[in-house]
């Protein structure tokens, strides 16, 4: 009898909004010429067709049908799994948001504990010097800096309105367009600051207003050394969009403050900042000057900058690659599919054997916390 070939199975993602996918039928495609077995979940939801995996060699199973599949059959998806507290048995590969404390932690990984299931969170995947596989962060920068072009065209009318409701793309050039557009056929003479810009997310920003049409020199792009001499920075307010992408690590000066820019009064450019970085509740934010994470539904949130002075908002949304869920999916699971590819020598794969580790570690810290 033939072996067993290595299998997994694409889950739906039960998550609203959520467009994107762990595997695409690229990927997916990949992975059967390689010997894989792959089960797909049909999802209407998500942004790639059932018949684009059928077509490619995928095996379409019902929507969320994953747990009445056999319990050696690995389970990948992107985000945490709805809230149960039916035991899981399956292995999982995703993001689950439990590692760090977050509310409601020790819940989800008392799930595991009590099904007997495994968890390696596409988080904690790294490689050998400890960066991630895989991670969201270009086309976070890239639709952040779209968002933040889009709220400036509605500012720029100056008639007191703000940008409406965000809906995901169908691909990046149709966002590129629709920015374009706003702007009057061009982003030119728009001016654009980018912190962080040598990271992910900041090649992302710079890549967009690229692509919607600033001249190079007016995507103004700052990483570690132009930061060192300390906030807050005048460059800031000389420009018309500021992306923050940086990666806080550690306590750092702000990089705007309200003092600074109520003084600037009606000399300030700025109008739009995106805070791609998101680090709102972070007692470091570099940026003090808003408190909420806005949504696609309300993409900003205005700043106070005293009487008489220009308006000028923060867009920060979280989860922003969901605007842009087919090349966002594509850059993930391309990025992803070389430690895919050995999943099935999971046991020695270090990749793999790391994040066995780690769920082990936070399972038995859960497993306290529940006293169980
Ligand atoms: N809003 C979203 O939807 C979303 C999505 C993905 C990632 N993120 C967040 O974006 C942030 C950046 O992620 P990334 O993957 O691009 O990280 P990254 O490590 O690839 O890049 C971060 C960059 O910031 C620079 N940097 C760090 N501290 C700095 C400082 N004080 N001054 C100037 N530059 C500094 C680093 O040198 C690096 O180039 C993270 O906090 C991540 O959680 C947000």
Partial sequence: MA???????????KKEFERRAALTPTTAKKLIDAGFEIFVERDEQRIFDDAEYEKVGCKLVENNSWPS?????????????PESDDPIAHTHIQFAHCYKRQA???KVLSRFHRGGGSLYDLEFLTDASGRRVA???????????AAGALAFAVQKKNDGTRLGKLEPYENEAAMVKSVREALGGSGKGVKALVIGALGRCGRGAVDLFRKIGLDEDDIVKWDMDETAKGGPFQEILDVDIFVNCIYLSSAIPPFLSHEQIRAAGTSRRLSVVVDVSCDTTNPFNPIPIYNINTTFSKPTVDVDVGPGNAPMTVVSIDHLPTLLPREAS????????PSLMEFPARSEKRVWTDAQSLFEQKLGEAVKEEGL
Avoid: N, V, Y
Wanted: aromatic content about 14%; glycine content about 10%.
């Fill in 3 to 13: 072996a067993t070939p290595p299998q997994l199975w694409l889950r739906c993602e």
């Fill in 330 to 337: 594509e850059q993930f699971s391309s990025d992803l599919l």
């Fill in 135 to 145: 991670a969201f962060g270009f086309h976070a920068g890239f639709a952040g800096a």
């Fill in 104 to 106: 409601g932690w020790s």
């Fill in 69 to 81: 599949a056999p319990t050696t059959m690995p389970i990948i998806g992107l985000k945490e799994l």
